[in-house]
Nanobody, 123 residues
Framework: QVQLVESGGGLVQAGGSLRLSCAAS????????MGWYRQAPGKQRELVAG???????DYADSVKGRFTISRDNAKNTVYLQMNSLKPEDTAVYYC?????????????????WGQGTQVTVSS
């Protein structure tokens, strides 16, 4: 099995910073794209930032210039550095990863989600 465990959420004032981490563990053969999504109350889940295995990144327009996604392939971990936070960034943030895992018989490719971490930005 594979698990994604997030950490780093919390309460911060507008203009502040937070760093989210997401570590993948289990019978991992390789990790392809990883990303961060968020879901605010009453809204659909949206992509915040993504990063390929080669390090190419993509961001939602609303976070460009403020958020930075990175990954440590040796640790199977993806990070989201969030600066200049705004109240509208308040949401539950979810880690997502496209992972090939060893089942014991063959390699299976699946998409995994973390449990989510709350980020609250006060004005």
């Amino acid at each position: 099995q594979v698990q994604l465990v997030e950490s780093g959420g919390g309460l911060v004032q507008a203009g502040g910073s937070l760093r989210l981490s997401c570590a993948a563990s289990g019978s991992i053969f390789s990790i392809n794209a990883m990303g961060w999504y968020r879901q605010a109350p009453g809204k659909q889940r949206e992509l915040v930032a993504g990063i390929t295995s080669g390090g190419s990144t993509d961001y939602a327009d609303s976070v460009k210039g403020r958020f930075t996604i990175s990954r440590d392939n040796a640790k199977n971990t993806v990070y989201l550095q969030m600066n200049s936070l705004k109240p509208e960034d308040t949401a539950v943030y979810y880690c997502n990863a496209d992972i090939r895992r060893w089942t014991g018989l063959h390699i299976s490719r699946d998409n995994y989600w973390g449990q989510g971490t709350q980020v609250t930005v006060s004005s």
